[in-house]
């Protein structure tokens, strides 16, 4: 049954070790409640003795202990009720919730020692009582219990080890390195110590054969518990998170960072939260100061630590913070949670839900908080994981709108100064009724763009999106503060009226003189594109390629197909420039030619030049080099 319950056999040390907190903690409230009590409260502490000889390994702690009926009641259950009876309740729990409830009702903690003991036996005396308890037991749905005069406060267990068995991920728990292992692991912000009694301590043996000089055997004696080493405290008991502000240093915090996130610079913030009420935690979050080189991976192991009442349960909780935010570093400590916890439980526990909810806003909100405090340390952040956390604009409609307030986006206003989109509408030109983008590979080609043409000549400002998330959250979010988000690159540009501006008339009068030029490139070109119309965005190009106001960008379909989601293929519209010389010299070709032959090879130039223009590729490359040649050729 225990082997069910757990993956990992290393954790029994863990839970004994918990155990043992908890009943200091008792103690301790016990001392503070009951003046009269008579107990020992000078020197709390949990203590591990290993006998390599014997195989034996004891945890003793000096805390509030167990009277004989609590000995009975509370660690006999799972002996009393049967091992059977329990996987049997254990399977008829419909939940993984009932689950979790019944391991806490059980004590399961306690029993995972039989994991990596074949025998168990635990001596115990309750603070304030005379005479103590010595429960044994095999593991085998039995144990034996006694009274006993001689038992010191607080309770021991004492584990007989199986052999170490590699195979069995059994380790060999009489070796010192490996019990300081686990507990720094597992139990380092402990509040009591954890000692480790060293060797020369453990009650070895003494020569007693010789009893011809007494004297000099006493003083020997003395002598060598004189040179006995001190016990070694194993955990640190900084529990930093627990500490008010004031009472740790930056450099305190540092270190912990460094512990946690392996990292050897200094974090960029320090955020931390503690809730009280009706559930209470502590949280303890670092914001790095630049982002791993596995970020994107897909096994990237999140940095959150989550501990229950100061114990270590598990490394990466992915259930704390969303995958967003995977970046952020630290630990948090929950009051209430049973230390019986899957990932699986977590995903589900109603608290765990309200704290991603709470500790999600306190990120966000640290980070705009930082925005306006410290932009030196925001442009860091921003340089570093905005990709990131551009992806919660995609999957976190809650904080969405926080999320946008605290990202910044690179613009053609300047090259340095990457601008809000609340700073991009406050400049926004009188009759202007979009926020303007265009996404690609890189600043650079986004500027060389056509498509950025007409909106350089009017000195209107576009935001310039090179990620990859960029693609899709602009269409999840659709508009700021009324303003929708447009694509230069999508349907028809309209930038108002200018002094300059051709009257509507000269307009309806190149849409007539092209018509003809439109209709039989469209047929030409065939499949290739949806539609062959006059451009207002272009200005110097001949010609650019453009997606229906409503269609998928090709980096956007190639982004899904990539995921093994099939989209189907969006036609595109050739847009083409009339006041360019290429555009009216085809024009006045087709108008004066009975022989079209050769201008259809001109038309797929024209439009092969469009695709490469925005970043494509021309549907046969090939073809479309020997196309260019020739026409060199003949022009030389």
């Given at each position: 049954m225990i082997h069910s319950v757990y993956s990992n056999k290393d954790v029994f040390l863990r839970e004994l070790v918990s155990n043992a907190s908890d009943a200091l903690d008792k103690l301790r409230l016990a001392a503070l409640r009951d003046d009269t009590l008579d107990a020992d409260v000078s020197d709390p502490h949990i203590e591990i003795e290993i006998d390599a000889e014997s195989r034996t390994l004891t945890v003793r702690d000096n805390g509030i202990g167990m009277s004989y009926d609590e000995v009975?009641?509370?660690?006999?259950?799972?002996?009393?009720?049967?091992?059977?009876?329990?996987?049997?309740?254990?399977?008829?729990?419909?939940?993984?919730?009932?689950?979790?409830?019944?391991?806490?009702?059980?004590?399961?903690?306690?029993?995972?020692?039989?994991?990596?003991?074949?025998?168990?036996?635990?001596?115990?005396?309750?603070?304030?009582?005379?005479?103590?308890?010595?429960?044994?037991?095999?593991?085998?749905?039995?144990?034996?219990?006694?009274?006993?005069?001689?038992?010191?406060?607080?309770?021991?267990?004492?584990?007989?080890?199986?052999?170490?068995?590699?195979?069995?991920?059994?380790?060999?728990?009489?070796?010192?390195?490996?019990?300081?292992?686990?507990?720094?692991?597992?139990?380092?912000?402990?509040?009591w110590p954890i000692r480790l009694v060293p060797q020369a301590a453990r009650g070895g043996a003494t020569d007693t054969t010789d009893t011809s000089d007494t004297s000099d055997a006493t003083s020997d004696s003395a002598e060598s518990a004189e040179a006995a080493p001190e016990p070694e405290t194993l955990?640190?008991?900084?529990?930093?998170?627990?500490?008010?502000?004031?009472?740790?240093?930056?450099?305190?915090?540092?270190?912990?960072?460094?512990?946690?996130?392996?990292?050897?610079?200094?974090?960029?913030?320090?955020?931390?939260?503690?809730?009280?009420?009706?559930?209470?935690?502590?949280?303890?979050?670092?914001?790095?100061?630049?982002?791993?080189?596995?970020?994107?991976?897909?096994?990237?192991?999140?940095?959150?630590?989550?501990?229950?009442?100061?114990?270590?349960?598990?490394?990466?909780?992915?259930?704390?913070?969303?995958?967003?935010?995977?970046?952020?570093?630290?630990?948090?400590?929950?009051?209430?949670?049973?230390?019986?916890?899957?990932?699986?439980?977590?995903?589900q526990d109603r608290h765990i839900r309200m704290m991603q909810r709470r500790l999600t806003k306190k990120v966000v909100s640290t980070v705009k908080d930082m925005m306006t405090a410290a932009p030196d340390r925001y442009a860091t952040f921003w340089r570093e994981f905005g990709a990131v956390l551009k992806e919660g604009l995609v999957t976190d409609s809650d904080n969405r709108d926080t999320l946008l307030a605290v990202s910044s986006f690179a613009t053609t206003r300047g090259e340095d100064e990457p601008t809000t989109l609340k700073a991009y509408l406050e400049r926004m030109k009188d009759g202007q009724d979009a926020v303007y983008y265009l996404t690609g590979e890189s600043r650079q080609s986004i500027e060389n763009s056509p498509h950025m043409e007409a909106f350089r000549a009017k000195g209107i400002e576009v935001l310039l999106l090179t990620d990859p998330v960029d693609e899709v959250w602009v269409d999840a979010v659709g508009e700021f503060e009324g303003k929708p988000l447009r694509s230069v690159a999508k349907g028809e540009v309209d930038l108002g009226a200018e002094d300059d501006e051709k009257a509507d008339g000269e307009r309806e009068k190149q849409s007539e003189e092209y018509a003809g030029l439109l209709g039989w490139m469209k047929e030409r070109l065939g499949e290739e594109v949806k539609e062959v119309r006059l451009s207002s965005r272009l200005t110097v190009s001949p010609a650019c390629i453009v997606s229906d106001a409503n269609d998928l960008t090709p980096a956007l379909e190639n982004m899904y197909r990539a995921m093994g989601q099939e989209v189907p293929r969006a036609l595109r519209i050739l847009e083409l420039n009339p006041d360019h010389q290429l555009v009216k010299?085809?024009?006045?070709?087709?108008?004066?030619?009975?022989?079209?032959?050769?201008?259809?090879?001109?038309?797929?130039?024209?439009?092969?030049?469009?695709?490469?223009?925005?970043?494509?590729?021309?549907?046969?490359?090939?073809?479309?080099?020997?196309?260019?040649?020739?026409?060199?050729?003949?022009?030389?």
């Amino acid at each position: 049954m225990i082997h069910s319950v757990y993956s990992n056999k290393d954790v029994f040390l863990r839970e004994l070790v918990s155990n043992a907190s908890d009943a200091l903690d008792k103690l301790r409230l016990a001392a503070l409640r009951d003046d009269t009590l008579d107990a020992d409260v000078s020197d709390p502490h949990i203590e591990i003795e290993i006998d390599a000889e014997s195989r034996t390994l004891t945890v003793r702690d000096n805390g509030i202990g167990m009277s004989y009926d609590e000995v009975g009641r509370l660690i006999g259950t799972i002996a009393n009720s049967g091992t059977a009876k329990f996987a049997q309740e254990l399977r008829e729990a419909q939940e993984e919730a009932g689950a979790e409830g019944l391991i806490g009702q059980f004590g399961v903690g306690f029993y995972s020692g039989f994991m990596v003991a074949d025998e168990m036996t635990l001596l115990t005396r309750r603070a304030g009582e005379s005479q103590g308890t010595r429960w044994s037991s095999r593991g085998e749905g039995t144990y034996t219990l006694a009274r006993v005069d001689d038992a010191p406060q607080g309770t021991s267990v004492t584990l007989h080890l199986k052999p170490a068995d590699a195979d069995d991920q059994l380790h060999d728990y009489t070796a010192d390195w490996t019990i300081k292992q686990i507990v720094k692991r597992y139990s380092d912000f402990i509040t009591w110590p954890i000692r480790l009694v060293p060797q020369a301590a453990r009650g070895g043996a003494t020569d007693t054969t010789d009893t011809s000089d007494t004297s000099d055997a006493t003083s020997d004696s003395a002598e060598s518990a004189e040179a006995a080493p001190e016990p070694e405290t194993l955990n640190s008991m900084k529990a930093l998170w627990a500490r008010s502000r004031d009472e740790v240093s930056d450099d305190e915090y540092h270190e912990l960072y460094k512990h946690i996130s392996h990292d050897w610079r200094e974090p960029l913030e320090t955020v931390r939260l503690q809730a009280e009420g009706t559930f209470e935690y502590q949280a303890l979050l670092f914001l790095p100061s630049h982002a791993p080189h596995d970020l994107y991976n897909q096994n990237y192991q999140r940095g959150v630590q989550l501990y229950v009442k100061r114990v270590f349960i598990m490394d990466d909780c992915e259930a704390l913070l969303p995958p967003y935010l995977r970046f952020v570093k630290g630990v948090v400590d929950a009051a209430d949670l049973s230390l019986n916890v899957s990932r699986e439980i977590l995903q589900q526990d109603r608290h765990i839900r309200m704290m991603q909810r709470r500790l999600t806003k306190k990120v966000v909100s640290t980070v705009k908080d930082m925005m306006t405090a410290a932009p030196d340390r925001y442009a860091t952040f921003w340089r570093e994981f905005g990709a990131v956390l551009k992806e919660g604009l995609v999957t976190d409609s809650d904080n969405r709108d926080t999320l946008l307030a605290v990202s910044s986006f690179a613009t053609t206003r300047g090259e340095d100064e990457p601008t809000t989109l609340k700073a991009y509408l406050e400049r926004m030109k009188d009759g202007q009724d979009a926020v303007y983008y265009l996404t690609g590979e890189s600043r650079q080609s986004i500027e060389n763009s056509p498509h950025m043409e007409a909106f350089r000549a009017k000195g209107i400002e576009v935001l310039l999106l090179t990620d990859p998330v960029d693609e899709v959250w602009v269409d999840a979010v659709g508009e700021f503060e009324g303003k929708p988000l447009r694509s230069v690159a999508k349907g028809e540009v309209d930038l108002g009226a200018e002094d300059d501006e051709k009257a509507d008339g000269e307009r309806e009068k190149q849409s007539e003189e092209y018509a003809g030029l439109l209709g039989w490139m469209k047929e030409r070109l065939g499949e290739e594109v949806k539609e062959v119309r006059l451009s207002s965005r272009l200005t110097v190009s001949p010609a650019c390629i453009v997606s229906d106001a409503n269609d998928l960008t090709p980096a956007l379909e190639n982004m899904y197909r990539a995921m093994g989601q099939e989209v189907p293929r969006a036609l595109r519209i050739l847009e083409l420039n009339p006041d360019h010389q290429l555009v009216k010299g085809l024009n006045q070709a087709y108008n004066e030619r009975a022989d079209r032959a050769g201008l259809a090879e001109t038309a797929e130039l024209l439009h092969g030049l469009a695709v490469l223009a925005e970043g494509g590729r021309p549907k046969e490359p090939g073809r479309f080099v020997k196309l260019v040649a020739d026409h060199l050729e003949r022009a030389l």
